[in-house]
Structures are given as C-alpha cells and as structure tokens.
C-alpha cells in the first residue's frame, strides 16, 4: 500500500514540477520513517515532514510543526483551544438547535499501529452513569494517522450509543482547528471564494459593529483599514457538501498551506447539496460531520435508550504544503485541489486500522441507468435522467434522505445517458433516492437493497415519473432546489463586500432580505405570465416588508394570467416547489384576497436559509388544487401567495419552480 501513495504524490509532483524542492523532502522523509514518542503530557508523532503534538491522554492537538513553523495552531490560545474534536448536544426534551457545547476529551491512549511506515493512535473514553448530565452519552475513540513521507495527518472518530443509555440529542460534531492568526491571512474555500481575510479582532466591540444577529458584523475600525465597511459573516462562506472537499488557509511568510480534506462524503448528513461551514476568521478551520445549518430542528440527531448505535466519522486529511523560491503561495490552492483529488481516488483508505472502518473489498456497489417519463412532455419515450443526483440512504420515505442524519450515505451524479455507478458503499440495508434537476418531485425505489461485502448490484433502467397531472398551462423558475436563477438584488452599499460582487455567489452579501422593502415600498411583487421575466421580475426569496417602524409585515406576491377556456368541472394543479422555508405560513388564494385560503401550510420550516445567505434550505413540494370553478375564462386570474409569519424578519420561503397545470382530460392553452 505505500509504494501506491508514494506514486500519488510523486503524480503531484510531477504536475508541479516546479515544486523540487518538495519531493526531495518526502523523498529524504520515506527514508526517515515514523516516530512515535511519549512525553509526560504530550505524544508527539513525526515522520521528518510534519510533527504533531497531542496532548495526552486527552488527544487534542496542541502543535503541528511544518516547513520551519514551530506550531502553525495558534500559540496564543490554551492547549485545548487549538485542534479539537467537539460536539453541540442537549437533553431530549430540549427544542430548537443550541444545546452543550463539549470538547471531546479522551481519558486512555493507546498505540494501535506503530511502524517505520505509519503510526496510529487511539484516544478514547467511555460514559458511565456517574456522568449523567455531564458528559454526553457516547462512546469516543478519537484517531490520529501519520504515514511515512506524507505531508500532513489523518483523523477520524468512533461514537457509539449503548442501549438503556439516556435519550438525548446531538445538534452538532465537527473537528476545529485554530491557525496563528499572525501568520495565517489568506482564505480559500472555493475557486470563487479565497481572499485576504480580517483578523479575529475587527470583530471585538470597538473594531466591529454587530449587525442582525451574533455571527455577522460591520467592520467599522479593523486593524487593516482595506477590511473597513465589509461585512464578515462565516455563513457567507459556506459551500454545499458535493463540493466542500477541500478548504484551507494560506500563510505567506513563510509559504505554508493549511488545507482540510474530505475525501468521501460517506459520513456526512443530509444529501449532497446541504450547505456547511467550513473555513473562516479565526483563522478556524472546520471539519462539520453533522449539523443542523441550512436544515434546521429536523437534523438534530436523536437517540432514544431502545437503540445502538456506532458511527465512523472521518477519515478526514489535514494537508500541508508549501512552494520555493518565487512561486506565488495563492498557487498552494491549485496543489491542495490536487491532492484532494487523489484522496478521494484513495477512497475508502486501505491503511485504517479499526475494524469498524469497511475496506474496499468489504463493501458493494451499486449501478444502473435512470430515465424520466414526465406525462405530456414526452408523452410515451423516457429520456435519460441527465445529471439526476442518484444516491443511496437509509430505508425511508421518499425524499427522507435530505433530513436523515444517524447513519451513511452515498451519493452520485448520473452522466448524459442517465447511467450512474455508486461504489464503495458500506454493508446494509438502503433505498436508492434520486432527484433530476428539470423536474420536480423525487424518486424513490422501494426495493430494499441489501449491500453485502464484493456485491455489485445493477439496478438496470429504472424511470422516474414525476408528479403530473396535466400539461403545463404556465411556469416560473427551473425546477432544481435553488432560487438562483431568480432576481438577486445587489447588496445595500453600507453592506457589500467586493469578493461576493461576481457570479455565482451573489446571494451570500448581508442583508439581502431588506432589499425587497426597497423594491417594493408599498405595493408587492406581481408576476404577469407572458411579460414578466423571472430572472429580474421575481425576486429571489419571499421575505417580509420592513416598516418605518422598524416592524416586519406579511407580503402577497400575485401571480397574473390568463386562460383561453377553464373547465369549471375539473381541477386545476398548482405546483409550489420551495427551495427554502423558515417559520412560514404560506396561504394561496385564487381571484379573491378576502376569501379564507384555498391552501395553508401552516406553521413550517425552520433551516434558516434566509439569514444565512443561503439560495436553498430543505426542499418542499405543494402540490394545490385548483377548482376550475375558481377560475376565469374571460378576465384575468390572479393567484395570490401570502407568508403571513412575521415574529422575526428572516422568516419567508424561497421559491424554487411554480407551475400550473391544466386538467387531463382537456387540451388547454394559456392565452396572453
Ligand atoms: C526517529 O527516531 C530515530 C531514533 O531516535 C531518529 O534517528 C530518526 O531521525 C527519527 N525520525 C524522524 C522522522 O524523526
Ligand atoms: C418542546 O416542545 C414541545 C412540543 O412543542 C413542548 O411540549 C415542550 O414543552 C418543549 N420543551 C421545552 C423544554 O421547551
Ligand atoms: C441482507 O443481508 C444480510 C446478510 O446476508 C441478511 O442478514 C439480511 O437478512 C438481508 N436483508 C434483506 C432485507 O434481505
Ligand atoms: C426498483 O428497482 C427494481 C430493481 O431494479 C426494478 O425492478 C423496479 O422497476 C424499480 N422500481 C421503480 C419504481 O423504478
Ligand atoms: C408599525 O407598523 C405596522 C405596519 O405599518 C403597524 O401595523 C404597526 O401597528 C406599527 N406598530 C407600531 C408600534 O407603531
Ligand atoms: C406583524 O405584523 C403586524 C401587522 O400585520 C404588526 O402589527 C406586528 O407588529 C408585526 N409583528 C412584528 C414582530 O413585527
Ligand atoms: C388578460 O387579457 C386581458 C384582456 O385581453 C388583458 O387586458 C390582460 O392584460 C391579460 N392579462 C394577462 C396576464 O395576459
Ligand atoms: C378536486 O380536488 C378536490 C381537493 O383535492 C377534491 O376533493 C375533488 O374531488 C377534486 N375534483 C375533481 C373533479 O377531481
Ligand atoms: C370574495 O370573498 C369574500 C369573502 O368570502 C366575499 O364576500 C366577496 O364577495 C368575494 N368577492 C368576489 C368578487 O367574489
Ligand atoms: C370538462 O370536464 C368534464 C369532466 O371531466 C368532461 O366531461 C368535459 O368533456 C370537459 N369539458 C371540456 C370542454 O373539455
């Protein structure tokens, strides 16, 4: 197994050949080897290239010595504050998503590997009655990887629930590291988003001005003053899972990229396109394994006292690199893209110790081909599932897999053709979920699939029938979980930060959910089918009114059409497919305001898209119908959408596709 990682790296290198003086160093270091040694209060593992120091036996990182640093974490804080594993949990009768916030500390270390080639080590602790209420009730086994002539370290975790332990509920886990802020200024979280970033400090009263909420402050006096009049909100930087491999920091002095690497998303929560945190001031670098942002109460994980449970979160690569001579550091970013690339072909790792880490011969596979059959699009020919986003999740209702949050997940794009393979997924049972971007709704199969060790299982065509009723009478938006093809505002100037001004990342400015009041002052947005463009005349979340009094109001938006001929025995379909929904009520009425609503959700919602300047929280699909007594033939129709919630101003729904239906037995056509 290690002459395979040797030749990875030296496939990096030869990409950057320009990086010699590199692979002299890793060169020398395979000569060199592992070391493990103990000291009375630390453990310090070494491989010639990087040194990192644990503090024992709670198994936090205090250090990491690499290219001339001696610690890269920040020196100015305590041992326990450095690198860290830690969770968010509460009691189960608790509500909401805040709860204790516990550093996971082990109580036993233990050497599980120790050779010239690689060394691992275990820092764990049980839970006992004795500890009701003050730690949470799991098991922990905290693991650390070094590997010869690898330029950076692994870790990942064991958590395990004991039946008969306490219910209680686990909101958050993640592993932090704290970078030198004297050394550590440049950010990249994406191709799109890495800039220089402000210090810790310019959020400090005096420096920085809190805005709406705790998380995101005006830089009103930073020590830099280029930083002054930005926003600085960690939410702005947050990536969805599909893409958030790879992030990190960049120290110019000397060259040293600090990146964390994801190799498999196997071990996260909630499908792949949940939004999360990852890197930001501090300078904070996370590893978020499980949490509620952009999902709300539904991904709080809870345990009750009738289960076991065991997860494996991680591998995760903290991956360090730097460049000679004249080379620009910002170039580090492009070598840790690559290096995340050949992580994720390492994937799943053949070097982990614990058992409870499937190798690639114990787990199975999964392939086959989707198509579409969407009723008055393509009337009897399926068309392949171009793009559809296939996965693999615990047994559950359709769509369940965007809110499951206990057990592993597995997920694909399906090419052209529709045909998609999912390898290297763990032993159990699982429905498959897809959704194709194009069409609403969302595919499951029921057939249970059992994966056992070295199956391959071919599913063959499979086809997708989305919700239909009737041809299409009219539409607004794409159907594919997002409201970014709506109007997107530009930011109020007070609040604007450059590095957002470009494509794609536009929604993430502060203070987005105000724009809609300077819009629409009085009178509310009306959409009219056959004039209106939804890529300017839509705006992109429906939000509340700010009044002159500072309160927030409800908003009807109207949407305006006309019908050449309605069948008045018939019903209509109305399709609401919401990318995002926090704390709603959305209330639809057809013709007449005054009338109690045709359709209410009722209270709903809760994943905060809104003020966390995302463009999709969880997804919804409303499907209304529409009696065509309720509408006109000769005169206008008007659909009106109410969100009449209005205790806090982050309260509204994002859209992401409305449709309207004809009924199936009439041949219908909109008239402009
Ligand atoms: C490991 O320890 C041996 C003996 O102390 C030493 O010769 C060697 O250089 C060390 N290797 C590393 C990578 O520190
Ligand atoms: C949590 O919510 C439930 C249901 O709304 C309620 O009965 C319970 O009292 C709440 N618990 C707390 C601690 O607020
Ligand atoms: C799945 O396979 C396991 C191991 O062979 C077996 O115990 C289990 O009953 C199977 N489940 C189903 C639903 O076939
Ligand atoms: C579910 O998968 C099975 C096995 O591949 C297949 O026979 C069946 O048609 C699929 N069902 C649907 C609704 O696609
Ligand atoms: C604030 O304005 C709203 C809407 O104009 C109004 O309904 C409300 O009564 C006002 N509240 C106060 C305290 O003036
Ligand atoms: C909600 O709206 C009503 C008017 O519709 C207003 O009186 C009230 O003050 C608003 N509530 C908040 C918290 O702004
Ligand atoms: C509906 O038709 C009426 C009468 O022709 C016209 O005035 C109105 O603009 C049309 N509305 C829409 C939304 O097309
Ligand atoms: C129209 O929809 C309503 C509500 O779902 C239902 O009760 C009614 O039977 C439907 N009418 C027809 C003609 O399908
Ligand atoms: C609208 O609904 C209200 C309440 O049901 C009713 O009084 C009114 O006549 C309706 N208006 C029209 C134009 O039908
Ligand atoms: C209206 O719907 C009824 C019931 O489905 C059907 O019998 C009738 O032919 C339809 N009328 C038209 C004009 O399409």
Redesign the pocket.
């Known amino acids: 197994m290690y002459p395979r990682l040797l030749f990875l790296s030296t496939l990096s290198f030869s990409i950057f050949s320009t990086d010699m003086l590199y692979v002299t160093r890793a060169q020398i270091s395979s000569a060199m080897g592992v070391n493990l040694s103990f000291q009375e209060k630390h453990v310090v593992m070494s491989n010639g290239i990087v040194e990192i120091t644990l503090s024992y036996p709670e198994g936090h990182v205090t250090s990491i010595q690499y290219n001339g640093l001696n610690n890269l974490l920040e020196v100015l804080n305590d041992e326990t504050n450095r690198g860290y594993w830690d969770v968010v949990w509460s009691p189960p009768e608790s509500n909401g998503t805040k709860g204790t916030l516990e550093r996971l500390a082990g109580t036993s270390c233990e050497t599980i590997v120790e050779t010239a080639d690689q060394v691992e080590i275990s820092f764990s602790r049980t839970w006992d009655t004795s500890l009701y209420g003050k730690l949470v009730p799991l098991k922990i086994d905290k693991r650390y990887i070094l590997l010869r002539g690898s330029s950076g370290f692994y870790t990942y975790a064991i958590y395990e629930y004991l039946e008969e332990w306490p219910s209680f509920k686990l909101d958050n886990t993640r592993v932090a590291f704290k970078l030198r802020k004297d050394k550590f200024h440049y950010m990249a979280n994406s191709d799109d988003r890495q800039r220089d970033m402000p210090l810790p400090d310019d959020r400090l009263s005096g420096r920085g001005e809190v805005l709406a909420y705790p998380e995101a402050v005006l830089l009103v006096n930073p020590v830099e003053s280029q930083f002054t009049g930005q926003v600085d909100d960690k939410y702005q930087y947050a990536v969805e899972l599909k893409d958030l491999r790879v992030h990190g920091w960049i120290c110019m002095d000397p060259p040293v990229g600090f990146w964390q690497i994801t190799p498999s998303n196997e071990f996260r929560v909630g499908g792949p396109i949940k939004s999360e945190l990852n890197s930001h001031v501090g300078p904070t670098t996370l590893a978020v394994f499980a949490s509620t942002h952009y999902g709300g109460s539904d991904l709080v994980i809870k345990f009750d006292e009738s289960e076991a449970w065991k997860k494996v979160f991680g591998p995760i690569f903290i991956y360090l690199n730097t460049v000679t001579g004249e080379e620009d550091p910002r170039t580090l970013w492009d070598d840790a893209k690559h290096q995340m690339t050949s992580e994720v072909e390492s994937w799943p790792y053949d070097f982990v110790a614990s058992d409870d880490f499937q190798t690639r011969h114990q787990r199975g596979s999964v392939s086959g081909r989707l198509l579409v059959q969407d009723r008055f699009v393509n009337t009897d020919e399926c068309i392949p599932a171009s793009g559809a986003y296939v996965g693999l999740a615990p047994p559950g209702d359709v769509g369940s897999w965007q809110r499951e949050c206990k057990k592993y997940q597995f997920w694909t794009e399906a090419n052209e053709e529709g045909y998609f393979s999912i390898p290297n997924i763990l032993t159990d049972e699982y429905n498959l979920y897809a959704w194709v971007p194009g069409f609403i709704g969302d595919y499951k199969n029921s057939t249970i699939i059992n994966i056992t060790s070295g199956v391959n299982i071919d599913m063959g065509d499979l086809v997708y029938e989305p919700p239909r009723n009737g041809p299409t009478l009219w539409e607004i938006g794409f159907p594919d979980r997002s409201a970014a093809e709506f109007y997107i505002p530009d930011p109020n100037p007070k609040y604007s930060n450059s590095f957002l001004l470009k494509d794609p990342n536009r929604f993430r400015q502060y203070g987005l959910w105000d724009r809609y009041t300077d819009l629409y002052p009085d009178d509310d947005l009306v959409y009219t089918l056959g004039e209106s463009d939804y890529t300017q005349d839509f705006f992109f979340a429906h939000v509340l009114r700010k009044t002159s009094n500072d309160t927030y109001v409800k908003t009807t938006w109207t949407i305006k059409f006309n019908l050449s001929?309605v069948?008045e025995?018939?019903n209509y379909t109305l399709r609401l497919a919401l990318a995002s929904a926090h704390q709603s009520d959305l209330q639809v009425r057809v013709n007449n305001l005054s009338e109690v609503p045709l359709f209410s959700t009722g209270k709903f919602g809760g994943d905060n898209a809104i003020a966390r300047h995302g463009i999709h929280g969880l997804y919804w699909l409303l499907n209304i119908e529409v009696p065509g007594i309720n509408l006109y033939a000769r005169s206008e129709n008007l659909i009106y959408l109410t969100q009449v919630k209005n205790e806090s101003r982050f309260q509204g729904v994002m859209y992401d596709y409305i449709r309207l239906e004809a009924?199936q037995?009439?041949i219908m056509s909109i008239n402009f």
């Open positions: 001929d069948n025995s018939e009924p037995t009439s």
